[in-house]
């Protein structure tokens, strides 16, 4: 049996990084969306699995907190937005999609040596949880360096959270895990919001963040 | 005794609540910018009245103890002062039409919360705790960075957020890894997470585990502090902003970061296994001095100018809470308190100074000393003073921890005096240009509330010439816990 458990959370941990690298390389703005959704669902598969595994029902919060909020209303909301603004078009990366694997399976396997080494004394489940975790918070990190979209931006922002939701849920019997994940879910609500309210392609005409360089403050 | 003492953290906490609440629904700007200046006063007196009474045991949320005590006092007091400047300051803002009501309405809630958010996580004896509160401060913050939703002020809030929340993220990643480490000494449960078990039982963590947790805090809580290479936030926040934030954002939250980053030292620095925090944080600290001494020199706009300030202070206090020891320590904890004092008085100067000449650019302020010889010669005092100079504060300070480095690591001296001497130049060329010179611009009167500049100025002029035994004897024992 507890091979089992092993397996399973460690499969959809697996997954979650997997879904991370596709993260990475799509194009279009709504098969980002997809993915991200996808993301999600896979984490709060995790965290429900956590939740049993651990015998902590407040876990299954976090997981409810998970589908509903990340996996269906932040997709739909910004859906909408990017219907509304007309942005649905191909989204430039600052580094090619090649390069961005590469990096990303360096960032994977640093995560993976660095986190496997000093976690030596910790259980397993929790040391290959960090591990992915770690990956999927620094692949995150990596979407949102090489993208220059602001929605993009907030999806790499999002799936870093992800990571950090499941490292706190695979750090057994870690308290205020529900209350991070709704600081969490505020903060990106008010991001969310922040795009549509400041409206920022009203006032920029894009909402390529390169196009707001050029708004240095120095130009006044 | 024990009531009063449970009263007064109770009254630190929820007078901001109450009043972010009242403020946001009362209508009015006169009104609500009088009852944000109340608030702020009576959390102050709240405050103070932790010194007079015996401490309470640490909860397991929240606690009292020598360390958070003086960030406490420093955050009320600038937090007071800083709502009399803002309520003058917002006063001309709906004049020149800049502000709406609405916007005061919502400005003044944030204003409060930000309080609530600062106190949290100085009172915080959780590291859970403390990384939500400082989640919320930046949250408050970045709204009120973008208030005046020009182009410059909404891309100086979207860097701000993301820039933040990618630290903060990291920050909680450092936080759940510190769990980690503590869980199999301490057991599941939010006793592995509360400081004062923490630091209690430090010696028996993991030292691998620990000593990578670190380094995400630091990163973490470090972009928060403003330390270069982490800092591209900080400069237009303070620029794009209302003045009153960016006095609050370099004199208080900024010492709210580096606040959390200490206390993690203190953990480090428990456990004989784990790396010495010392080197990272004086690197840290170095990098940013001399960067920022050099960008200082090409700024054109005098907020984003003194935000540089900023990042070179806060890397002259990493620097010395780096080296260690008690005097570079004690030197590290009189340049917070100096550097949040003059750094806010500057920043009220330089409010009226950008609200009477309708502009912040540093090449179309001229005169000032002929044009506003107040706001005009309090400008060079604070000036000279951030500046490094005697008779002030900042002088001592830095003197101290300047003396204490040559005697410790005698070369790590020299990029640090090379530093200061680079910013010192910068600022004096500029404030030359400022202050002196053919007047240019409006020379109409200004209607500033000058007290609480010459406030802080005085106090920093008065620890510059004398410093209580009773405050020394105070932060030298402080200095002796950090270690």
């Not at chain 2, 960030?71 to 006063?91: D, K, Q, R």
């Not at chain 2, 002088?395 to 070369?411: G, P």
Request: proline fraction near 4%; include cysteine.
């Amino acid at each position: 049996m507890s091979a089992l458990v092993f397996d399973i959370a460690h499969l959809l941990a697996g997954g979650l990084v997997l879904v991370s690298f596709l993260l990475l390389y799509q194009a279009r703005l709504f098969a980002l969306l997809n993915i991200f959704a996808l993301h999600a669902m896979v984490l709060t598969l995790s965290v429900a699995w956590q939740a049993y595994v651990q015998d902590a029902p407040h876990l299954y919060v976090t997981a409810v907190i998970a589908l509903t909020f990340k996996a269906i209303a932040i997709p739909v909301a910004l859906h909408r937005i990017i219907q509304r603004l007309g942005i649905h078009r191909e989204i430039e990366n600052v580094v090619g999609g090649g390069l961005t694997m590469l990096a990303g399976m360096g960032l994977v396997a640093l995560s993976m040596v660095v986190m496997l080494r000093v976690t030596a004394s910790a259980d397993p489940l929790a040391r290959e949880d960090l591990a992915f975790a770690l990956s999927v918070v620094l692949l995150g990190m990596l979407m949102m360096v090489t993208r220059r979209n602001a929605v993009s931006q907030v999806i790499g922002f999002m799936s870093l959270e992800n990571g950090l939701v499941l490292a706190a849920t695979g750090a057994k019997g870690m308290p205020l895990v529900v209350e991070f994940s709704v600081a969490f879910s505020i903060l990106i609500a008010f991001i969310v919001i922040g795009i549509f309210l400041f409206r920022i392609r009203e006032r920029f005409d894009t909402v390529d963040i390169g196009a707001l360089d050029e708004y240095r403050g120095e130009r006044r | 005794m024990r009531v009063s003492a449970d009263l007064a953290i109770v009254a630190i906490l929820l007078i901001p609540l109450v009043a972010a609440a009242l403020v946001a629904l009362l209508p009015g700007y006169r009104l609500t910018a009088r009852l944000n200046v109340l608030a702020t006063l009576a959390t102050l007196c709240a405050a103070l009245l932790l010194f007079l009474v015996p401490r309470p045991e640490p909860g397991e949320y929240l606690m009292i103890d020598d360390l958070n005590i003086v960030f406490i006092a420093l955050n009320t007091f600038v937090g007071f002062t800083t709502s009399v400047f803002s309520a003058s300051y917002i006063a001309h803002e709906i004049a020149t039409g800049r502000l709406t009501p609405v916007h005061i309405r919502f400005y003044h809630a944030m204003y409060q919360l930000l309080m609530f958010a600062m106190n949290l996580a100085l009172l915080a004896n959780n590291i859970g705790v403390m990384w939500v509160a400082v989640e919320l401060a930046t949250l408050t913050t970045v709204l009120m960075v973008g208030i005046y939703r020009t182009h410059e002020a909404l891309e100086a809030a979207w860097k701000y957020f993301i820039l933040g929340s990618v630290g903060i993220a990291l920050a909680l990643f450092g936080t759940i890894l510190v769990y980690m480490a503590a869980r199999p000494v301490l057991g599941e449960g939010v006793d592995a997470m509360v400081w004062t078990s923490l630091i209690a039982r430090a010696a028996a963590f993991d030292p691998a585990l620990l000593n990578v947790a670190f380094v995400f805090l630091l990163l973490g809580y470090g972009t928060k502090v403003g330390l270069a290479p982490l800092h591209a936030w900080l400069p237009d926040a303070h620029a794009e902003g209302p003045t009153p934030i960016s006095a609050v954002l370099s004199g208080l939250l900024l010492n709210v970061a580096l606040y959390a980053v200490l206390r993690f030292k203190l953990l480090l620095a428990a456990n004989p296994g784990a790396l010495a925090p010392g080197p990272l944080m004086v690197t840290m600290g170095l990098t940013s001095v001399i960067f920022a001494a050099f960008m200082l020199y090409r700024r054109r706009d005098i907020k984003r100018m003194f935000a540089y300030s900023s990042i070179e202070h806060m890397g002259i206090i990493t620097f010395a809470f780096g080296i260690g020891g008690p005097l570079a320590n004690f030197a590290g904890l009189l340049h917070m308190v100096m550097h949040s004092l003059t750094k806010s008085a500057i920043f009220f100067a330089v409010g009226h100074i950008a609200q009477v000449k309708g502009t912040q650019k540093i090449a179309d302020i001229r005169g000032l000393s002929v044009t506003h010889p107040w706001l005009g010669w309090s400008l060079v005092a604070g000036v000279v003073a951030i500046a490094g100079l005697p008779p002030f504060g900042i002088f001592m300070s830095e003197f101290l921890l300047l003396s204490s480095t040559f005697a410790r690591e005698s070369w790590l001296a020299i990029p640090l005096v090379f530093g200061l001497l680079v910013a010192f130049g910068a600022l004096l060329l500029r404030l030359n240009g400022l202050v002196f010179g053919e007047p240019t611009g409006s020379t109409a009167p200004v209607e500033a509330s000058y007290l609480p500049m010459f406030a802080h100025l005085a106090l920093v002029f008065a620890a510059g010439i004398y410093l209580p035994p009773p405050l020394v004897t105070w932060f030298q024992h402080i200095a002796d816990l950090l270690g």
